[in-house]
């Protein structure tokens, strides 16, 4: 029984992934970068070899997404999506002259903020 409960989550795990990029990708989002848990990242890599193939992955304490696009007045907005049934996701745009160093400090914070909720849940 464990086994189908685990087999389950990770088909609604890899289904879940595919959902979320369709999605963002209708709506002109870019997938920038992936966090996975070291669990979830097994998992996906055995049942879908080819799932995270030429994708950016990092660990991370939590399952989440990176997706920018071009925003406004040239500016470029980025988004974190937590990698769950629940929709739930940290918004931030950048100004063209913001400088690669600032933007990192600041996605830096907001997947702290995304593990903080994730592990508040």
Same mark, same amino acid.
């Given at each position: 029984?464990?086994?189908?409960?685990?087999?389950?989550? $990770?088909?609604?795990?890899?289904?879940?992934?595919?959902?979320?990029?369709?999605?963002?990708?209708?709506?002109?989002?870019?997938?920038?970068?992936? &966090? $996975?848990?070291?669990? !979830?990242?097994?998992?996906?890599?055995?049942?879908?070899?080819? $799932?995270?193939?030429?994708?950016?992955?990092?660990?991370?304490?939590?399952?989440?997404?990176?997706?920018?696009?071009?925003?406004?007045?040239?500016?470029?907005?980025?988004?974190?999506?937590?990698?769950?049934? !629940?929709?739930?996701?940290?918004?931030? !745009?950048?100004?063209?002259?913001?400088?690669?160093?600032?933007?990192?400090?600041?996605?830096?914070?907001?997947?702290? &903020?995304?593990?903080?909720?994730?592990?508040?849940?």
């Amino acid at each position: 029984m464990y086994a189908n409960l685990r087999s389950a989550k $990770l088909m609604k795990n890899a289904g879940l992934f595919m959902e979320l990029l369709a999605t963002y990708r209708k709506h002109g989002w870019q997938l920038q970068d992936v &966090l $996975l848990q070291p669990a !979830t990242r097994s998992e996906l890599d055995a049942q879908e070899p080819e $799932l995270l193939k030429d994708i950016a992955v990092r660990e991370a304490e939590v399952d989440a997404l990176w997706f920018s696009r071009p925003s406004h007045q040239n500016r470029e907005a980025w988004e974190l999506r937590l990698m769950a049934q !629940t929709p739930y996701a940290l918004f931030e !745009t950048f100004e063209p002259d913001e400088t690669e160093e600032e933007r990192d400090d600041v996605k830096r914070e907001m997947e702290v &903020l995304m593990r903080d909720y994730a592990s508040n849940k």
